[in-house]
């Protein structure tokens, strides 16, 4: 019989549910937080989650209806356990306990770092990549090795998402900053110097931020825009390449939001197609956060038995992808 799974995603700006059999997203419904002023606000975002997400399932229900969806067909109700914001995870974690009660069927509670990878795999002919999961929060480089998905580089303090956010934020960008800092730096004339910080496999941007709101002072937006992107993206793509070199794998998948850029797909293609490894982008509406993502880990997991009691299932805002035990994936 086929598996049907709902997943909800409420980790930090983004309310969306969605359902999922093998092959496809048969249902998704999104509900997007966005602050009126600064960055993401977490009792403000978790405020809107709550506002919404009865709304968001009622929804989602009803649109899996018009495609022939029965609630006693899904399976099993997954959500993050974490990382994210803590006020964000438990708001959605409660509807999730609720909506798998009502529904009468198990839990499934995933890293939320897992579902970017896994969707990832799912959405690209990518089988067992290195992963570079650059988000607002999150940047890592994965690699799965017996049993886990190995965390090979990870940033040190703040994801690459929150800086470029912060430093947009000191040059006068509104909320995400991500997108306009790429648009300025397609205008930029030249480089300016700007600290390269990769300590062993792992990097750091926050120290990189601080410098570039610093050279906003005497340089205009555009090349400082430019110069930040490159040096972040060099630093992002030379653990990613090292990561290859170290595993021997021979492709590389791009998650997460700031994976929207063309420029750090750009860098890490050139990358891969010097190494003759292939490089693999899922479709835009895959890379952020998002519901199917939730949803079909929670499927992999459902099928291996790899269910969470109600019980245990309470959100750790610190949970890392390597403390995850990989039951879905049998060969090695
Ligand atoms: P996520 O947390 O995975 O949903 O990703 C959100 C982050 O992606 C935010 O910090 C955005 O600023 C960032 N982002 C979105 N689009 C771009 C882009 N084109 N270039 C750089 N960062 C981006
Ligand atoms: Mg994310």
Redesign the pocket.
């Known amino acids: 019989m086929e598996t049907i799974v709902i997943g909800i995603e409420g980790t ?1 700006w ?1 309310l969306s549910a969605a359902i999922v059999n093998e092959t496809d997203v048969l249902a998704e419904v999104t509900e997007t937080y966005s602050p009126k002023t600064g960055g993401i606000h977490p009792r403000e975002a978790a405020q809107h989650h709550a506002t919404y997400a009865a709304g968001v399932i009622r929804d989602l229900l009803e649109e899996g209806k018009k495609n022939g969806l029965k609630a006693s067909n899904i399976n099993a109700v997954a959500f993050s356990l974490g990382p994210g914001l803590g006020p964000c995870l438990r708001t959605v974690a409660t509807a999730a306990r609720m909506l798998a009660l009502s529904l009468d069927v198990p839990l499934v509670g995933v890293n939320h770092c897992v579902a970017h990878v896994e969707i990832g795999k799912w959405k690209t002919p990518a089988r067992d990549p290195v992963v570079l999961y650059v ?3 999150n940047s890592q480089v994965l690699a799965y090795r017996a049993g886990r998905y190995r965390v090979f580089g990870e940033t040190l303090d703040i994801g690459i ?2 800086a ?2 912060k430093f947009a934020r000191s040059a006068g960008l509104s909320h ?4 306009k ?2 648009e300025y730096a397609r205008n930029a004339d030249t480089y300016v110097p700007l600290p390269y910080v990769v300590k062993g496999m792992d990097f750091s941007f926050s120290g990189l931020s601080t410098a570039a709101t610093d050279a906003l002072k005497s340089n205009p937006i555009e090349d400082v825009c430019y110069s930040y992107q490159e040096t972040a993206f060099a630093m992002l793509v030379e653990v990613t390449e090292r990561a290859l070199a170290h595993t021997g794998k021979g492709e590389v998948l791009l998650a ?3 994976g ?2 063309m420029r750090l797909r750009e860098m890490l293609d050139i990358m891969c197609d010097d190494r003759g490894a292939s490089f693999y982008v899922p479709e835009k509406r895959f890379m ?2 998002n519901g199917a993502m939730i949803a079909y880990l929670g499927l992999l997991m459902f099928k291996a038995g790899s269910v969470t009691d109600i019980g245990k299932s309470h959100v750790n805002p610190n949970f890392r992808p390597d403390d995850v035990d990989v039951t879905w994936i049998t060969e090695d």
């Open positions: 930090a983004n988000s607002g929060a998402g929150n470029f956010d995400p900053g991500g997108p800092i790429e997460g939001g700031v929207a850029n952020g956060d």
